[in-house]
C-alpha cells in the first residue's frame, strides 16, 4: 500500500537536489512559481556551495526583474546551463549569461512547455517551424545567447517536403512545482491560484527519468473530493512543502496575496477595474491598434504597450466586442497587468499552458499584438535583446507566427518621448532619444518575409505613423494630424519606407 506523502521543509528537500541536476521550474511571473523552494536552494547554496552545475529549465518568466522567483538561482556555480523562454524578470540570470558564466539558450515558451511533455514521454523532442528564419534557427545562431554556449539543441530537418526546426528532447531529473492543496498522498489539484500551468508535464518528466518531485503547497488535507480537480497525481510527488497561504513565497501573484477574480466566471463588472488612461502616445496607440480588431475575435494582448488597447476597450464599451485569452491558460475575462500578468479577472475558462500554445501555434489567434524593441525596414522586428540586458522571446515567437492579423504596438522614439495635443492634432513636445526604426535589426525575433509567405496581415501602430508590411519592406500608410511626414517621421528613419497613399490617422486617436 502507498502511505502518505513526505512532508519536509523547504530545506530538507531542496537537499534532496544533486550535483549535475536538470531542475525543471513551473510558474508564470509570480503565479504558480515555487519562491519557497526557489529561495530554499539558494540559500543552501550559498551555505554550503552544494548543489552545483544544475541545468535550469523553465517555459514563461519567473520574477520581479529584481530578486524574487529565478532570480534565486542567478549564482554562476550553482546553475551551469539555462534553457529559457523569457529571461527579462530574471535579469540576475541574464547578467550571467552576458559575462559568459553560464551557458545560455532562448528558445519560445511555447515550444519548452510542450517540450516538457515530449521529455515525459520519452519522445525526441518538438517538430514546428516556430523559430525558423530567426535568431533560433540554427543557421542564425541556434537560439545560444553568448559565446561560451556551444551544444546545438535544435536542428533543421527535412520532413516530407518541407523544412522543421527540431528542439530535442534531454532529461528532466527535479521538478519544482506549486499547487495550492495537497491530499496525504500527494494528489495536488490547484484550486486557489489563477493558472493550471505546466505543473503536470514537469512532474512526469522528471518521474519517467528517474527524477525528484517537490511541490509546494498551503495545505495538506486527508482527501481531495473531486478528482477531476488533481492536476499532478500523487504518484509522481515525492515531497511536500507547506507554505502558509498568507508567506509572500505563497501569494497567487508576486504582487497579490489572493484576488477572487481570477479563480470565478463571471463576467460584468470587469470593465471598471481597468484604470482609465491620461492622454499620452500609450493611449493614441491603443487607440489605433484596437480599430484593428475584427468583432467577435479571439485575441492576445502582449505586455506592455499593447497592454493600452484593453484599457482603451474598457473606456469605450468595447469589451464584449471580442475574447480576450492569455498564453498562460486563460480564456475570457481581462488581462490581468504588472506583476499579476498572466491571470485574468473572471475568465470564462482556464486550460494548461502547453495546451494554450498548441491552440495558438495551429492558429487559433484571430489577432494579436505585441510590442517591439527595434523594427528595420524589412519588417522585421527584434524584442529579445536591449541595451545591457536579456528579454528573451517568451511567448512572443509562438504569437508572432501564428496569429492571423498582428499588430506591433511602440512609440516612434523612446528614450525621453513626451506628447500632447491641441485639438485633434498630435504635438511632440520633447522628442525621443532614439529611434524605434533602424536599418537592420541585430538579430530577428519576428521574420517578416516568413510573415508575408504565410498570408498574415501585419501593422506596426506608433503615436505618429501607422506602417504595414508588403513584399517590399515596411509602406508608410498613415500620419497623425499636426505630424508633418517628412521632418518628424520620415528624416528622423534611417530605413525610407514606400509611400504611396498617405492618409491621417483617425482623428478620434487624439481626443482626450
Not at 550559498?46 to 523553465?58: E, F, H, K, R
Not at 522567483?69 to 534553457?83: S, Y
Not at 494630424?481 to 528622423?492: M, R
Request: aromatic share 6%.
Amino acid at each position: 500500500m502507498r502511505g502518505a506523502a513526505k512532508i519536509l521543509s523547504a530545506a530538507e528537500a531542496v537537499a534532496l537536489i544533486p550535483n549535475g541536476a536538470t531542475v525543471a521550474v513551473g510558474g508564470f511571473i509570480g503565479s504558480l512559481h515555487p519562491e519557497k523552494l526557489t529561495a530554499a536552494l539558494e540559500e543552501r547554496f550559498l551555505g554550503t556551495g552544494s548543489p552545483q552545475d544544475l541545468t535550469l529549465v523553465y517555459a514563461a518568466g519567473q520574477g520581479d526583474r529584481e530578486s524574487r522567483g529565478l532570480n534565486h538561482l542567478a549564482h554562476a556555480g550553482l546553475v551551469r546551463r539555462v534553457v529559457g523562454g523569457h529571461w527579462n524578470l530574471a535579469p540576475r540570470l541574464g547578467k550571467l549569461a552576458l559575462e559568459n558564466k553560464i551557458e545560455a539558450y532562448n528558445f519560445p515558451q511555447g515550444v519548452i512547455c510542450t517540450l516538457l511533455r515530449e521529455i515525459a514521454a520519452k519522445r525526441p523532442g518538438v517538430f514546428t517551424r516556430i523559430g525558423m528564419n530567426t535568431f533560433i534557427d540554427p543557421r542564425q545562431g541556434g537560439g545560444k545567447l553568448n559565446e561560451c554556449t556551444r551544444e546545438e539543441l535544435v536542428t533543421r530537418v527535412h520532413l516530407g517536403d518541407e523544412d522543421w526546426l527540431w528542439y530535442h528532447s534531454f532529461p528532466v531529473t527535479v521538478g519544482l512545482i506549486r499547487g495550492t492543496v495537497a491530499d496525504r498522498h500527494g494528489n495536488i489539484a490547484v484550486g486557489e491560484e489563477g493558472l493550471i500551468g505546466e505543473g503536470l508535464p514537469i512532474a512526469q518528466a522528471a518521474r519517467n527519468h528517474g527524477g525528484l518531485v517537490i511541490a509546494q503547497v498551503a495545505e495538506v488535507v486527508d482527501r481531495i473530493a473531486d478528482p477531476k480537480s488533481v492536476r499532478v497525481p500523487g504518484i509522481l510527488v515525492d515531497a511536500l512543502v507547506v507554505v502558509d497561504r498568507n508567506d509572500p513565497a505563497q501569494w497567487q501573484t508576486f504582487s497579490e496575496v489572493h484576488n477572487p477574480a481570477y479563480m470565478t466566471s463571471g463576467g460584468g463588472g470587469t470593465s471598471d477595474r481597468i484604470p482609465r488612461l491620461e492622454f499620452s502616445e500609450r493611449k493614441v496607440i491603443g487607440r489605433r491598434a484596437l480599430r484593428e480588431i475584427p468583432r467577435g475575435a479571439v485575441i492576445n494582448l502582449g505586455i506592455g504597450m499593447p497592454e493600452a488597447i484593453g484599457a482603451v476597450a474598457a473606456e469605450e464599451g468595447k469589451l464584449d466586442r471580442f475574447t480576450f485569452t492569455v498564453e498562460s491558460g486563460p480564456i475570457g475575462g481581462v488581462p490581468a497587468s504588472g506583476l499579476s500578468f498572466g491571470c485574468a479577472s473572471h475568465p470564462e475558462a482556464i486550460i494548461d499552458q502547453p495546451s494554450q500554445f498548441d491552440f495558438y501555434d495551429g492558429g487559433g489567434l484571430d489577432f494579436s499584438a505585441l510590442g517591439a524593441v527595434e523594427i528595420d525596414g524589412a519588417g522585421n522586428v527584434c524584442v529579445h535583446r536591449m541595451a545591457g540586458r536579456l528579454a528573451g522571446v517568451g511567448g512572443f515567437m509562438n504569437i508572432a507566427q501564428t496569429a492571423r492579423k498582428l499588430v506591433f504596438c511602440c512609440s516612434f522614439t523612446a528614450g525621453g518621448l513626451k506628447v500632447g495635443r491641441d485639438g485633434g492634432e498630435l504635438r511632440i513636445l520633447q522628442e525621443g532619444r532614439h529611434c524605434k526604426f533602424v536599418e537592420r535589426v541585430e538579430e530577428i525575433t519576428f521574420d517578416a518575409a516568413g510573415a508575408f509567405e504565410r498570408g498574415q496581415e501585419v501593422l506596426y501602430v506608433t503615436e505618429r505613423a501607422v506602417f504595414r508590411l508588403t513584399p517590399t519592406g515596411l509602406e508608410l500608410i498613415e500620419v497623425a494630424p499636426g505630424i508633418d511626414q517628412e521632418s518628424q517621421v520620415l528624416a528622423l528613419m534611417p530605413c525610407r519606407p514606400v509611400c504611396r497613399k498617405v492618409r491621417p490617422m483617425p482623428a478620434e486617436c487624439f481626443l482626450i
